[in-house]
């Protein structure tokens, strides 16, 4: 059992679904609608789990042909078998709404594969009274995604209010010395908060994920 | 009641514990002994958990009069009232001998919060067989932190491995094109392996800090 | 007139003070105790108003011979004539206790040339209500001064919630992804919060000389 | 009373005005108009003072429905019941021709909240007697707002003639060793001249913003 | 013998050939099709070997009027008499699917100069036991040419399996940190297995014309 | 006589010519036709040297009403009342094909006002025999402008050979580690070769404007 | 078994010497002198091959209780059990005299691991003629390591000479523009002589052990 | 005849004087004394202009055994058989006293090489009154070299003002957003005033030997 099938252009990662219970989530950019449909059948049939493809344009989500899936635009998400909701609760809350495209695949995802999600948008920290308002909102949740461009001060504000895990996602909102997500990202890093943990900018994806890998921890 | 105690010098966030189940973490670097010693007498005082300071050199821990304490010179972390060993099971993983230091502060930190630690050392994928034997240590694991410097790389494997959280410290271990640390911390933030989270260059006191937050789900 | 005193190694500019109400005040690094005396006398007898030497060590400032001045070891400040405080009111606020040396030189370059200084160390937002506790310290002053290394998301709660102009000050505390400094000063100038102005890192000297020229207008 | 109203899409600062003297400015990219068209009701509804909206090309302008505002296409802002021109003088000078977008934002904005405003246009160093030139504009300013790109250096010689506030606005203006305004912006920071405060590259709007903060005080 | 042709608008090198085994291969970027045909012409005339135009895109191509020519799309590379197969064999793999264009130009390049080649396509190190599958195919290469982008860690974990030369080829996949290849550009040079090297961001034919050098010194 | 034209939109620099024996260059980036056009008028009246504006696409060029006028689509340059060739002789030698568009602007200018120019193309190093074989034209040159992208080494290999001013220019010729000429710039301010000198990135124009300053000590 | 032997503070990857042909390298930074001494006689007693620890310090070289090894200051190299000369023949090049530490490296660790060695030093581009001089010893060489820093345009000029593999080595040597040898790195990566490969800045260690797979497959 | 000497660790260019009408100067960093002695010796008894090593610091300088040398302590520079003043003018401005020990580099190597030399200092653009009073010497100069770190604007300012050659000179003074010197170093390129040329940071050197060039031109 080699794990893996070889379909050429690519090798499908058969065994991930056992290794980390999550079909592999391929990675659309650089990809052939019929790349994304040949490796998303393969997937369909080795495994039992949710299908996702990432950062799909409208224009490729609509040359893949494999029934069943449905498509979000403003996640970029190709999504087939998604599962049920499961009892870990993330709550996804936003700086601006600007941030919303990137905090909108991390929902989608996260609902995707079976996290029960909420979502806070706006609570930037300029006017900080509108984040205190969503206390409680954060208060149950098993884990804080937090979305934020330009100066990203709202992942420390949330961090130093919820214990629970807090997982940062620095986007490129912002112009000049916001730097593409840059100075975000390098701020929720040093952040004064402690025990924040941080993903690539703009990757709601890798957010969501990680908040996988915490509920697949928690259920144990 | 205002949360905090006003030391002129410092403003003590006495409110931390029960907000986060854990005294204030004091960041070591740039008080002054005399600082540091009044700042750990009234979290000592006002708490009932584990108190810290971290990132103290040898000379200055020497000069901190507050009875009870000890002091790891390779964690460079200072200890008082240190919790019991709890469920939630960290396991530090470092790529080269060189990463120890910052390991030693992430698993001094996770023990003396409460958290049970193993440690795997010198798993680097230039032998990946090396890692391949460790594989046990992590299954058993309900979170991963993965400390390494240079390309960072090994944060991807162990990622790949396993399906409980990982954390990823880069370290500025290396020269040149490590740049500091930067270039694995960005590998880090790219890697292929999804859902890996990332803390701040040489910061083994993030990483464990985060896992506290994991095991506070956990226990929920 | 020519408006300036050719020392050979320097010229002097005796006309500052007619043009922007202060004497030039002197920038101490690369310069010779000997060269640094001849400075500040020609300044003491060319102008009324206060004389200022900024970033002296103490062992220049021990070779410094001209009667009459004080030294201020923290804010490594040199001062001769120190105006009488006057309407203008600044706030100085920390995010951490190590930030203090820079606000340290914030306050008193700010003191010695006629502004009157109130100072609130260690309101961080990683326990925001530390900040929250300092909201009438700010409501009261005329300008303040955001001092804050790591993230300098103080510099946005801040900006957040007072009208009057805040001049954000970034430091070079914290390690790794903090830069030396440029994560804050890139975030404070990418704040959510409209109307920050930011100067250099580290510069103390800058905020309260930014200060200065407030006071100026004001008192039109 | 909460201080905001959730739009679902965003929670809007209703507070605003009331604790910073201005409804909340729109920060206009990343908007839908049928958001942008609801935040502009909700603030002309909530508050009394000007509602403006920022970086809003001409194709978004178009569709936002909310009777009243005009846009300024050059300065790429539609604004809503401007203020009347008031006592605090504000001059903006540009080092080229080329910076004239970004300085007419900051015109705008000046002009739309309140500020009296002149200009001065194409004062770069290059031909410093053009800067001599207009030093009676300078001098009747409480701020001067200086807009330049390449490498900045009219913020230092406009900062060493004048004794107001100097708000200095690095602008992409360039190309090459001009870095997008990264040069510009580390130039001002760096300054001989002291006390001069900058914004972010390109951000006509901050330094109006900022120009507001202290017409604030000024008015105290 | 001057060893060159000017054209005017180049110098072609007809003395490459004889000098280092194979014709100058024309970098296609910023040339006219016009000039492309004459210089391609020269070499035709002047040498023996294969003559290869790189990185064209194909409007460019289609314009370039040589007999004898074929166009490789996918690699954007124009050939004229390309080398028959030797016995020096590479193989080319790739982390992603994203990186087969980079790969693609690599083994257009190795084929048309006469290398034996071989492909292993998407072996990244999230699924490692993809490249414990290909271990035959890596351990019959006289060089492997590893092309990844993200954080590059394939190529210290091939680096790791195999006594041959290892050419890193960074790719610009990925986005945020990813840093458009200077991330794993960074991490292959920083890379905890020994004597791997490394090429341009992107450069599949720098690799390819670094094993040819590799094969000129086998054949010795 | 205040020594400029203010247009509103420009203050047109009337002096520089007795200054600097030439009249201004305007710089064409962000300025609107119908500015241009009266810029011109204005300089073509004021002085009676020639007039230059640079970096103009051909739609802006086509609007620019002025008579007398000359457009080069490759240098991108509009002049009027060009210079007779002084005995001032400048190379132009560029290191790769690709680099002519800015070695002509920069052969465009020089011609323009006044300095006689030869061309050498395609001399990179990479067959260094080329560059050899040029070492006459390089020998009678007053002055020699090096135009290299990628690593620059034209720079230093010229640098060597003669004992005239070298003026290097980098081009953002090349990708990924070409860093957008940041790299040859930096190669070249680094050279081996004594007393080099560099201009801004892709700027033929500055390489120019420093060969006539050059000339004017020259004909002392 | 199990391919290596685990002393806690390293894993000693005793499987090196037969899949690569040479026990492990030991980087020697950050590990204790008991530590190499243990790790020394691990990999001693486990192969046959040469034993190498790089970087090691003259004070930790002289705490290391070995017997047999020799210490090579320059190259700051301890060797056990070094090769005999093999029929592989590397020559060293360095651009300075300043160069010269790292180029002991290289050439140390080649000797040490049976490559046959000659240096040639001294030829920067400045002065052409020195390295035409040199093109014996260049032709006679199966791999050249070319060993430069500042803008390290040696690389290009021996790449364009000879046919073998070149081997880049930026070194740090040179200040601002040489961007601690970040300069020559990224001029190097960029080189106009094609199939040039890099390694790390300073880094005479990895160029010898690129040079080792070489040997490998030339005695194929 | 080869035009060099091969010292072993060095080859000499003795060609150079011919060549380029002054002997190879030597960079001291990184080389030993007895390798200084050994160079210097060669150099005078082999050429007959001045020779000069830079960048020497006391200790090394104490160790050189060669009669006849002088060693200027702030210029760091030893020089035997220094050159009688020529005819070509060059006038070294400073922006503040901190630049001088670079300025001295610069004075120093052109009075040793046969330039005539001015200074001028502390003329910084923050009191522009003391340049203007500057402008005699100015004009009088064949070349200013312009000696500035912090933003530069110095060079901008004179650039303006005289029509000779400009040599900008960027220092590391100056701290936080003065990056060691990168921002002056940008900000020089991106100069509004046209036609300067820049050299490296800190480099004294480089700038007098460009004006060597110059002066060879002007002889002509």
Redesign the interface.
């Known amino acids: 059992m080699?794990?893996?099938t070889d379909l050429?252009?690519?090798?499908v990662?058969t065994?991930?679904e056992s290794?980390?219970?999550l079909p592999?989530?391929v990675?659309g950019?650089?990809?052939q609608p019929a790349?994304i449909t040949g490796i998303v059948t393969e997937l369909l049939g080795r495994s039992t789990g949710p299908v996702l493809v990432t950062r799909v344009e409208p224009d490729v989500a609509a040359q893949v042909r494999v029934p069943g899936g449905t498509y979000d635009e403003t996640a970029r998400l190709l999504v087939w078998r998604p599962a049920a909701p499961g009892s870990f609760r993330v709550c996804v809350a936003t700086?601006?709404?600007?941030?919303?495209?990137v905090a909108a695949e991390s929902e989608a995802v996260a609902s995707a594969i079976g996290l029960s999600t909420t979502v806070v948008?706006?609570?930037?920290?300029?006017?900080?009274?509108?984040l205190m308002?969503a206390q409680d909102d954060l208060a149950q949740a098993?884990?804080v995604i937090v979305v934020a461009g330009?100066?990203?001060?709202l992942a420390?504000?949330v961090?130093?209010?919820?214990?629970?895990?807090?997982?940062a996602v620095?986007t490129?909102?912002?112009?000049?010395?916001?730097?593409?997500?840059?100075?975000?990202?390098?701020?929720?890093?040093?952040?004064?908060?402690?025990?924040?943990?941080?993903?690539?900018?703009?990757?709601g994806?890798?957010a969501?994920?990680?908040?996988?890998?915490?509920a697949?921890?928690?259920h144990?």
Chains 1, 2, 3, 4, 5, 6, 7, 8 share one sequence.
């Not at 330009?150 to 001060?153: D, L, P, T």
């Not at 961090?159 to 997982?167: D, E, K, N, S, T």
Request: with cysteine.
């Open positions: 080699s794990g893996f050429g252009y690519a090798r990662d065994d991930r290794r980390q219970g592999e989530v990675y950019p650089g990809k790349e700086a601006g709404t600007s941030d919303w495209p948008r706006d609570v930037g920290v300029a006017g900080i009274h509108r308002a098993d884990a330009m100066e990203g001060a420390s504000a961090g130093g209010l919820v214990a629970c895990p807090v997982i620095p490129s909102t912002g112009y000049g010395a916001a730097m593409e997500g840059v100075t975000a990202l390098l701020a929720m890093l040093t952040s004064c908060a402690a025990g924040l943990t941080v993903v690539n900018i703009d990757s994806f890798s969501a994920m990680a908040a996988h890998r915490l697949a921890v928690a144990r």
